[in-house]
Structure formats: structure tokens, C-alpha cells
């Protein structure tokens, strides 16, 4: 009789170890294919497929929204046995409302990561998921205000740390946002300016947005610190941006981390070091991981595990918080965006049948509970 359960046993652990058949997943990359967040994005996406056995296929739009309607349009015109059962979108630059409307009628099903649906104007657009789109089956979302007044409340603790308030005992502070109309980036903003208004002792200067780009972050605050002399403090919406303000502050004889802080959002390897070196006071990171976690949750639904029960437009808090230690850690275990070693059948509701919940955080990963 125990012979016969450890046989039974070593029959279901092989079976857990190998995919059920090859689900197949396609995601339109909004990034550019340099881009350090959205490579390490997809390279995570590429973790997971294979620790789940998916078939997984990456298209880069290269943050060319009209190039992402014609992505969308070859994939749709291809033959069927050439179509993915799945394509996972983003709802950068707004174009989600008039993806889910080409794809409906296609066969093929399609999610939501990292920006979903946020805008009225577009909720009345696309309705609720598997309402007016049958196929649009859900959402998972990082919580992207909680990115922007985590940062915003640290670079303040450290600026006040470091002596930066101006001769009226305030800190000046200049703000750089992706762009006006991507969901990430509005709600980025709108937690920064949570914490300015919580803080009561900081000045928010001026606001402008650079296009997630490292040198038109730099020209735009070329001019934003000769118009605000006294300003010491720079948030900005990704890494590339703050190391765009933080040049721009270095040809102007400054040090960032001594007499200028900066803060920024994702974990590219420059960010992380910047973050041990002292040169960003604050660093948030975490939701590269969306598109990951996505495919667990598809991976769950095509294996008869629907995710509706959590919900169908999912908001979850990716996001932490990087000490210098952490960055340490962050750098040994998944420098490179090296994330082969993480195992994401761990987080599969279906493969773990007691997980009543699904736990999506960077802090597990990086304690070793990946």
C-alpha cells in the first residue's frame, strides 16, 4: 500500500512539473525594445511562460501607438493556426478602448496589464470586462498612485535629512511625469501630489512631462532650474527621467545626493546602483512584474480556475520601496533582469490549491519566497 502511494505520489509530481498542453500568449510590448523597464518585463513574462509551460510571443511597439494598432491588426489577420489563444495588452497612450474592439469577434481573448481601463471616457467605451467584449477577460493593474507617494514621501524625509530646505525653511520641489494620458503616469502624478500636500513643509514648483525619456527630461530641466533657483528636490515618474534631471544638475556643478535629490520609479540595474551610491534618494520598483503575474492568472483561467472570484479588474500593491541594502540584494539575486531562478507555478492558484489568494509582491521574490 505505500509503495503503491509513493508511486502515486511521484506520478503527480511529474505531472505537476510539465505543462498540461501549450497554451499560447502573445503581448504587445508598448516599450521600446532598449527600454531597460520593458525588457525586463518581457524577460520576466519569459520566466514565467516557461515555468508554466506557455508559449509565449513578445512584440515591441516601441512606444509608437500607431505602430500598436498595426501590430494588432497583422496579428488579427494572421491565419488561425498561427494566432495566439491570448494577447495581453497595455492601455499606454489610450489605445486600449480601440484594441479590445478590434480583437472582439477575433477568437482571440485578450487582458489588461499594467494600465487598464481608468479614464470615464473610456469606460463608456469599452464597459466592464466580458460585458460589451465577450473575450476582454479582465485587468491587472500595479497600484501606480501608491509609486508616486511612496517615492515623493521618502525623497521629502531624505531632503529634510539632508538640510535642502530654502532660506523660507520650504522644500522646492520640480516634478517630471511620463506623459498626460497614460493611466501609470496620471496616477503616478496624483500620489506625488498626495504627499506634497500631506507634507505641509513642500512647494510643489512646476510640473511637466519628457515622454519617459532621459534627455528630454534633461532639456526640460535645463530650464526648470534656472527658473526655480531655490528648487533642491526633483521627483520623477521613471529612472530614465531622473537620471536625465540628474545630468542637467551636474553640469550645473551640482551633486546629486548632497546639495540635489531625485527620486525615481523602476528597477533597471543604473537605478539600483544609483541607490548604493547614495545618488538617488528614493527609488520604487516592482511592477515590471505585471505582465508576469498576469500569465499565472491566465494560466489559472485556461486550466479551469477563473480569476473572477478576486475580481475582474485587479489593482494590486507591486510596489516597494528599495533601501540601499535592498538594491544590494536586488542586483545579487536578479541583476541583468535575470529572473530564471524565480519558479511561478508557486503563485498558480491551480497548482497550489490551497493559495486562496494570489500574493503579487517583489518583496517575496527578493526574500527568497519566489
Excluded at 18 to 26: C, E, G, K, T
Excluded at 27 to 49: H, L, Q, T
Excluded at 340 to 349: C, L, P, T
Amino acid at each position: 500500500m505505500a509503495i503503491s502511494c509513493r508511486f502515486a505520489c511521484a506520478l503527480w509530481l511529474m505531472a505537476m512539473s510539465l505543462p498540461l498542453f501549450a497554451q499560447s500568449v502573445l503581448f504587445i510590448n508598448p516599450g521600446r525594445s532598449d527600454e531597460a523597464f520593458w525588457v525586463a518585463a518581457s524577460r520576466a513574462m519569459k520566466s514565467a511562460a516557461a515555468s508554466l509551460g506557455v508559449s509565449l510571443e513578445v512584440i515591441y511597439a516601441e512606444r509608437d501607438h500607431v505602430r500598436t494598432r498595426e501590430i494588432a491588426r497583422n496579428i488579427i489577420a494572421r491565419p488561425p493556426s498561427r494566432r495566439p489563444e491570448y494577447v495581453v495588452l497595455t492601455n499606454d497612450y489610450g489605445t486600449a478602448p480601440e484594441l479590445l474592439r478590434a480583437f472582439d469577434g477575433s477568437g482571440i481573448k485578450t487582458f489588461l496589464a499594467y494600465s487598464g481601463i481608468d479614464a470615464p471616457a473610456d469606460r463608456i467605451l469599452t464597459g466592464r470586462p466580458r460585458e460589451r467584449y465577450p473575450d476582454w477577460l479582465g485587468s491587472l493593474e500595479p497600484d501606480s498612485e501608491a509609486a508616486g507617494y511612496l517615492t515623493a514621501k521618502a525623497l521629502f524625509a531624505q531632503a529634510r535629512a539632508g538640510h535642502a530646505a530654502a532660506i523660507d525653511g520650504r522644500l522646492h520641489l520640480l516634478a517630471i511625469g511620463g506623459d498626460r494620458s497614460t493611466p501609470t503616469s496620471v496616477s503616478r502624478n496624483r500620489g506625488m501630489r498626495r504627499a506634497v500636500v500631506e507634507a505641509g513643509d513642500v512647494t510643489l514648483e512646476q510640473e511637466v512631462y519628457a515622454d519617459w525619456k532621459r534627455d528630454k527630461a534633461a532639456e526640460k530641466s535645463d530650464w526648470l532650474y534656472r527658473r526655480y533657483p531655490r528648487a533642491r528636490l526633483v521627483w520623477a515618474g521613471n529612472d530614465m527621467m531622473a537620471f536625465g534631471a540628474m545630468k542637467s544638475w551636474k553640469n550645473r556643478g551640482g551633486t546629486p545626493g548632497k546639495d540635489g535629490f531625485f527620486s525615481a520609479v523602476n528597477t533597471s540595474d543604473e537605478a539600483m546602483r544609483a541607490v548604493t551610491q547614495g545618488q538617488l534618494a528614493a527609488l520604487a520598483g516592482g511592477h515590471f512584474l505585471a505582465g508576469a503575474w498576469s500569465l499565472v492568472m491566465l494560466y489559472d483561467y485556461a486550466h479551469g480556475k477563473d480569476f473572477r472570484d478576486e475580481g475582474l479588474e485587479l489593482e494590486r500593491p507591486m510596489f516597494m520601496v528599495f533601501s540601499a541594502a535592498d538594491a544590494e540584494r536586488y542586483l545579487a539575486r536578479f541583476g541583468q533582469g535575470d529572473f530564471s531562478r524565480v519558479d511561478f507555478r508557486r503563485f498558480s492558484r491551480v497548482l497550489n490549491p490551497k493559495r486562496r489568494h494570489y500574493a503579487f509582491g517583489l518583496r517575496q521574490l527578493l526574500d527568497g519566497h519566489g
